[in-house]
């Protein structure tokens, strides 16, 4: 059955649907000797599809990978950096870092520090980062003053960012000191620097950004720079009753960070 290409390329886990778009648009992907262009269909069964000139296919595929990583200060959350900046990809062992597709599921500010999945589950990717699915994340944030209860409400409720409202969110207040407020924030969007946009719109600056939960994944102990395989339980939740390869089973130890 013939299938958009940076889907397929996503299904085998190359890469995400997004990294396969730029892929194709670079050049990098034939179908049938030819170079492919974006929105080109294939047929795994059918045509010949090549990455670099070598030959990918449902058959030869990196097996999945799924793993939680609290990603510290000051790295990106990309899998190359055009300023040399660390990445997470670095964090991995050596054997996770190539030829793998491994990848960080959406983004966190290289500001920001916390919970970050990774995989080569292509699927999984546009499932947790399609708008539509609205997974809950969860953020401990420090921000500037004290918030009222009406400016709480106002960020419940949703406010007006570059002519759209925000979703409703989650907004409690953890903690008050002098000069600064903790508050736990659960989003079901995730609009690019939202809370920092929305915390700013409403007077009251982000000091400190640290998600502790994606969906039902949490940090827990899990050290700053670590990383862990997810279990088949925690996959089990984010996948959703969505059709994937049997998972082997996993080492759950944390993988020493690099």
Known sequence: ????LQKLLSQWGVASRRQAETLIRAGRVQVNGTVAHLGQ???PALDRVELDG???????????HYLLLNKPIDVV???EDPWGRPTVLGLL???????TGIHPVGRLDANSTGALILTNDGDLTFRLTHPSYHVPKTYRVWVAGKPTPATLQRWQRGIVLAGQRTLPAQVRTLAQEASRTEL??????GRNRQIRRVAEALGHPV??????????IKLASLLPGYVRNLTKDEVASLQSNQTHQPIKAINTSPIQPR
């Open 1 to 4: 059955m013939a299938e958009r």
């Open 207 to 216: 000091l400190r950004l640290h998600r502790i939960a994606i969906g039902s």
């Open 54 to 64: 070598r030959i990918i296919s449902p058959e030869n595929r990196p097996e999945y």
């Open 184 to 189: 736990e924030v659960v989003l079901r969007e």
């Open 77 to 79: 959350s990309t899998c």
């Open 41 to 43: 269909q294939a047929d």
């Open 93 to 99: 062992p050596p054997e996770l870092q190539q030829g």
